[in-house]
């Protein structure tokens, strides 16, 4: 027999209209890394909740160790030797590393918190794994991938055998993911066992030894990583073919739509995050920004958006001079804004998918007449809109929290291009989404193009950038540093130039 | 599972049941027969038309100021200034009651129009500072509280009176008292009930009906995306405090215009404006739930003066009063306890 550590088998977990998990049966080895992969919606986090006594299944069995067990609350995972690092951190900005890890089984000392024992301990088992945390160090003052590194050790302080990780990869820059995958495999070489949930396929070719898939809720099977390739991932996750590189003609750009001159643009803390760029985009061209975070490219939209003042330059659109425009007049004059922070800026998670389709247009004359909104029609947009962009919903006056963050999406995206604009900015639109939406997007923003639209995509993902893009501009420090061909270019050289390097080949400049 | 809006429901019932249960359990600790005590509650309001009529004059109020509250909360404010704003909308009501002449339907629309401009200016200045300086509302409209307090009496004592406690009377022609309501019950009941109840209506049709509405609400949730979506934030924030002000400044004209018919000085606050806190919160800040628990806190604090028949001081109905709220602030319990017990029933 099977030496398992964590079997879940035949579980079975409702919701009231749906069932989110039906007869999945998950069997962890011990000491291997298992991928849970599926959909954004197929259930993963479900089954993970279950394990971990978040909920309670309507049917199955879980067993730990061989030996049948009953979790109905986190605090019986945790002596289960269970643990979660949740892919929205759970951590307190304003305390230390270490008092954070602590958090509810404080070391003690008579009646006061044993600070310097918990320090130790923190950094012993730190350097044990190899994290490199500092536990003195604040929070708030370090980066997320160090964050994450505290929730796992949050997790390994508390005892965990098992580790479960949600979509570790989704908040990661490539560097901290390459550091990650390390960390993983010290984590199973000193015998723990950790469960990766993801639909990043290459994540799981790399560093998983098994797979197991849910599609829709139901239990595909479990695989042997080294047996199997993304495309036959791809298609067992999603059900059918998937095309991961997008076919498209060749870009035809026409008149200038956007032209950015000198633009100048501070953050918060007044420091110059965009400094003095050019950028020009035409109609039928999608320009896809590539660039490691943090060097200006959420700036840079903010100001074109008009949510952030510019300190210097001029922006057109259309030859129309919106530089100093409102951001209604803004996306009146013809912007459509994916934004990067769904959750923050695209959406009212607490009203329905409804009412966040209208958005940017319920007072338009449509929607409303005398200050009086006419849900109907408002609705009936929507509904088109759920339809046509295949949003996954019960229903439009379902509230947007409770959809999955892919369908988050596609209510956004399917908004932004109904209000048909000249120039769709698209900032990181397929974050945290899985194959499938990642497809039915790019294609979306592709489709826009050839409709003669102009398409600025800010992206992270160089695979991404390449596959859409027509043209390539890098932006480092505040500044297109070269603006390349895709078709001429490829991710070492896109790399360097992300990383500050100066592009060699003659020409290239624009 | 429940879904939300059944536990909208649920829990507000679940929490005056419990209050109530403690109330009892209280009364038996201090040696008084809960059974009689909570009879001589009920009978106090229903045995005679004259409390009834009462009792409908002690929920206009509070309907008003819960209207309030329940509005700040829904579009993400704490208009903790309900208080005052009740304060200054009483005094403009009674002052244009006493001070101009002219037909009922100008008077009195008159009055009940200076009544919620006042509560609406009182709101004003706090929700200004927090839009253009982000100054939290609660700090300042606590403040406001007791500027609206000591304003108001100076106003009585020094300015509308020759240093007397109370003004005079207002006109007929700007009372919400009604000769047929006085005949029919012999009580003061006054047609202010029917300004609350439209009032309700306002506010629905406000927040669920218009486009200012969907932007106040919007702005509430989340000011990031309403900005993202082009809506001015810090104007919405001044329109939400004001029609918050507006709800308040309308409940101190019934008492101005309708219970009392007057304004008179005050050495600690009226309690309308923080007892609608609970109004709003019991009411799941729902205009018609509104209704129900201003009806709930009428009925309780009419009902008490009666319980001493009974022999149980009316500081018992406090607590009683005061265990509800605590029960419906502590809902998540209720919330969870109920979630245990439907985990049981499975198994």
Known sequence: ?510 | MFSSTKFNFIIPIISVVLGLAAGAIIMLIFGYNPILGYQALWNGVFDSGFFMSETVNRITPYILTGLAIAFAFRTGLFNIGAEGQVLVGWIASVWVGTAIDAPTVIHLPLALLAAAAAGAFWAFIPGILKAKLGVHEVIVSIMMNYVALHLTNYLIRDVMTDNSESTEQVKQTASLTNDFLIGLTGSRLHLGFIVALFMVLVMWVILERTKLGYELKAVGYNQHASNYAGMKVGRNIVISMVISGLFAGLAGAMQGLGSFGTAFTNTAFSNLGFDGIAVALLGGNNPFGVILSASLFGFLKVGALNMSTAGVPNEIIEIVIALIILFVASGFIIRWALLQLKKGERK
Request: charged share 25%.
């Open chain 1, 1 to 510: 027999m099977e030496n398992y550590v964590i079997e879940m088998l035949n579980i079975r977990k409702e919701f009231p209209g749906i069932v989110a998990n039906d007869n999945i049966t998950l069997q962890v080895k011990k000491g291997e890394i298992h991928a849970l992969l599926g959909e954004n919606g197929a259930g993963k986090s479900t089954l993970m909740n279950v394990l971990f006594g978040l909920y309670q299944p309507e049917k199955g069995e879980i067993r730990v160790d061989g030996k049948q067990v009953e979790i109905n609350d986190p605090n019986v995972a945790n002596r289960l030797g269970i643990g979660m690092v949740h892919q929205h951190f759970m951590l307190i900005d304003t305390f230390t590393v270490a008092q954070n890890i602590v958090l509810g089984s404080e070391p003690k000392k008579g009646l006061k918190i044993d600070m310097k024992k918990a320090v130790r301990e923190v950094q012993e088992l730190s350097d044990r794994y190899g994290l490199q945390v500092d536990a003195t160090a604040k929070i708030s003052d370090i980066s997320v991938g160090m964050q994450q590194r505290v929730e796992i050790l949050k997790t390994l302080y508390r005892g965990a055998n098992v580790v479960i990780l949600d979509e570790p990869t989704a908040v990661l820059t490539p560097q901290e993911i390459k550091e990650l995958i390390v960390i993983l495999r010290t984590l199973v070489k000193e015998g723990k066992s950790i469960i990766l949930i993801t639909h990043k396929l290459k994540e799981i070719m790399e560093v998983c030894d098994r797979c197991t898939v849910i599609r829709k809720g139901q239990g595909i099977g479990t695989v042997e990583v080294s047996e199997t390739n993304p495309n036959d991932l791809a298609s067992l996750m999603v059900g059918r073919e998937i095309h991961f590189s997008t076919d498209k003609k060749a870009a035809e750009p026409k008149e200038t739509i956007l032209s950015i001159e000198g633009l100048t643009v501070q953050d918060s803390r007044h420091v110059d995050m965009v400094k003095s760029l050019d950028l020009d985009i035409r109609a039928g061209e999608i320009v896809g920004i590539a660039g490691v975070d943090g060097n200006g490219q959420t700036e840079l939209i903010e100001a074109i958006t008009g949510l952030r003042k510019k300190s210097a330059g001029k922006v057109t659109l259309k030859n129309q001079d919106i530089t100093n425009m409102p951001v209604r007049a803004i996306t009146e004059s013809g912007v459509g804004h994916i934004p990067q922070d769904r959750h923050k800026l695209g959406l009212v998670l607490d009203f329905s998918v409804g009412e966040n389709i209208v958005l940017q247009t319920y007072y338009k004359k449509t929607y409303a007449k005398g200050g009086i909104l006419s849900f109907k029609r408002i609705f009936d947009k929507a509904k088109a809109l759920i339809k046509e962009y295949d949003v996954r919903t019960p229903s439009h006056l379902t509230k947007a929290r409770a959809l999955s963050g892919g369908n988050q999406q596609k209510a956004i995206i399917g908004r932004e291009i109904d209000r048909n604009p000249d120039l769709l900015i698209a900032a990181q639109p397929t974050r945290g989404l899985d194959v499938g939406a990642i497809e039915f997007i790019h294609k979306r923003l592709i489709e826009q193009r050839d409709q003669g639209k102009a398409v600025l995509l800010v992206s992270f993902e160089l695979d991404e950038i390449l596959n859409v893009s027509d043209r390539i501009a890098v932006m480092f420090d505040g500044k297109i540093i070269a603006t390349v061909d895709p078709k001429e270019t490829n991710e070492q050289e896109l790399g360097l130039l992300m990383a500050g390097s100066k592009l060699e080949k003659e020409g290239a400049h624009n």
